[in-house]
């Protein structure tokens, strides 16, 4: 746990909120079954939520986070892409994987009857259900972020954006409140490894001229 102990310090507000989070999703989905627990998020809609959660569930896009790569990249934040980037490819190596591995139909498919609320053009079919591939990108982009901007109000800003990508997954019918739990943790897993083994100082040391002359002579 004492390895946990750095990034958590540096933005609790984030980390126990996202445990908080991780505990209720978890008590819900051993509580309901997986159609009924759906259909109790799934049935609570209207236009309004429509528009806003198929432009909302973007963030957890992959050119989302590209974007904001570019802008820290502008910003002279090579670290921090760098880690984003490790994180992005891990996390989207694993839930691939695990798609693959284990395949799981989606709402759509799994209600044959019709009786999800969906929306056309944005609710996709298949066999992918499981684990939620934009929850996981969307955790783990808004873990690290956390990190880089410490405080209680980044951390539940974050903690929001990542919450509500992955409400909108069901809300969409794209899937389960169970892909949307395990997906959370397909996402904030790897960005803590990267964030913990791969630290920043080990992208951003700069190397006095003895410095480098040292490690130019180790490698001869």
């Given at each position: ?13 984030y ?33 309004m ?43 989207g ?26 929306i056309?053009g ?33 951390g ?17 019918s794209q ?25 920043l100082?080990f ?18």
């Amino acid at each position: 746990m004492k390895i946990l102990q750095q990034p958590i310090n540096r933005n609790p507000a984030y980390f126990i909120g996202y445990l908080l989070f991780f505990i209720l999703l978890s008590l819900f989905c051993f509580f309901t079954s997986k159609a009924d627990g759906f259909l109790l998020i799934n049935h609570i809609h209207n236009e309004m939520f429509d528009k806003f959660f198929t432009m909302f569930t973007n963030v957890g896009n992959g050119l989302v986070v590209i974007a904001v790569m570019l802008f820290l990249l502008i910003r002279k934040k090579t670290g921090w892409v760098l880690q984003i980037g490790i994180s992005l490819l891990i996390s989207g190596l694993l839930v691939q994987m695990i798609k693959h591995f284990m395949p799981s139909p989606r709402p759509v498919v799994f209600f044959v009857s019709g009786a999800v609320h969906y929306i056309t053009g944005v609710t996709r079919t298949g066999h992918s259900s499981f684990p939620s591939g934009h929850t996981a990108t969307a955790f783990m982009l808004t873990t690290l972020l956390a990190l880089y901007f410490p405080g209680r109000k980044p951390g539940l800003f974050f903690l929001t954006v990542a919450i509500l990508t992955g409400y909108s997954r069901i809300y969409l019918s794209q899937h389960f409140p169970i892909d949307v739990l395990f997906g959370s943790l397909a996402g904030v897993l790897p960005s803590l490894a990267v964030y913990i083994f791969i630290p920043l100082p080990f992208f951003e040391k700069k190397f006095t001229k003895s410095e480098w002359d040292q490690q130019s002579v180790k490698l001869r």
